[in-house]
């Protein structure tokens, strides 16, 4: 007997506790809030206009940003002077290959002779290669 009342107690329990949570359930329920990811600081925040100004406000938030600019300028002198180095390097090759142009051509004139247009044939003839 007293297991039967302890088995109704019990089911009336459970009964009551599945009506509350229901309730609960269908007041109360949970929702994500719109955050905000800030790539400098590498921080969440919420995603409203007074914790986006706050936090750019701030000093740890001004600092990573002076700290980016650096970084950004330091980076454009390295580009500005490697495409300088760069630039004078395919000048002086450029400068070594004409003149090796220029010689090459001298060497082979030198070799083959000069060349003369022939009017009655329409050709170029040298004298070594009549």
């Known amino acids: 007997m007293t ?12 009964c009551k506790l599945y009506q509350i949570t229901k309730l609960r359930l269908n007041v109360q329920y949970w929702k994500s809030n719109a955050m905000h990811w800030c790539e400098l600081c590498r921080v969440w925040m919420n995603d ?3 914790a986006k ?5 701030g000093a740890k938030h001004q600092e990573n940003l002076a700290k980016k600019l650096r970084d950004m300028s ?9 495409k300088a180095r760069a630039a004078a390097t395919m000048d002086s090759i450029e400068q ?3 003149k090796q142009y ?3 051509q001298q060497a ?6 000069k060349w003369v247009w022939n009017e009655g044939s329409g050709y170029y ?4 290669h009549k």
Do not use: F, P
């Open 96 to 98: 070594a290959a004409r």
């Open 74 to 82: 330091r980076r454009a002198d390295a580009e500005k002077s490697e």
């Open 102 to 104: 220029e010689a090459d």
């Open 125 to 128: 003839y040298n004298a070594k």
């Open 48 to 50: 409203t206009k007074a």
């Open 108 to 113: 082979a004139q030198e070799q083959a002779g």
């Open 53 to 57: 100004l706050n936090h750019e406000r």
């Open 3 to 14: 297991e039967v009342i302890m088995l109704a107690a019990t089911a009336v329990y459970l």
